[in-house]
Nanobody, 126 residues
Framework: LVQLVESGGGSVQAGGSLRLSCAGS???????LGWFRQAPGKEREGVAA???????TYAESVKGRFTISRDNAKNILYLQMNSLKSEDTAMYFC?????????????????????WGQGTQVTVSS
């Protein structure tokens, strides 16, 4: 059973930084690991994803500000978030996928990610 536990969320002022962590267990194999977010009243959207070959994809809105990385030894996925904006306020989730090919990109169909964490709240005040 894949289990994902996020941490590191909090409240920061605009321009600040946070680093989110996602501790994974119950799996050895994966095709994609990703970070997603959902703001109140909005649909869940992809933020950053990494595939098994190391290819990284970022949403346009976070390019140059967010960095996804993974500690393979500890099985922890990170999301370093810099230059935070009020529009980054959302619940952030990490997710795991066994799907090898995602036509249209890693968040064309969120159903490709079969396991999700409970989320960690990020609030950015302007």
């Amino acid at each position: 059973l894949v289990q994902l536990v996020e941490s590191g969320g909090g409240s920061v002022q605009a321009g600040g930084s946070l680093r989110l962590s996602c501790a994974g267990s119950g799996y050895i194999y994966w095709s994609y690991l990703g970070w997603f977010r959902q703001a109140p009243g909005k649909e869940r959207e992809g933020v950053a994803a990494i595939d098994i070959d190391g290819t990284i994809t970022y949403a346009e809105s976070v390019k140059g500000r967010f960095t996804i990385s993974r500690d393979n030894a500890k099985n922890i996925l990170y999301l370093q978030m810099n230059s935070l904006k009020s529009e980054d306020t959302a619940m952030y989730f990490c997710a795991h996928s066994y799907t090898e090919t995602m036509n249209g990109g890693p968040w064309a169909d969120l159903r490709d990610f079969g396991s999700w964490g409970q989320g960690t709240q990020v609030t950015v005040s302007s």
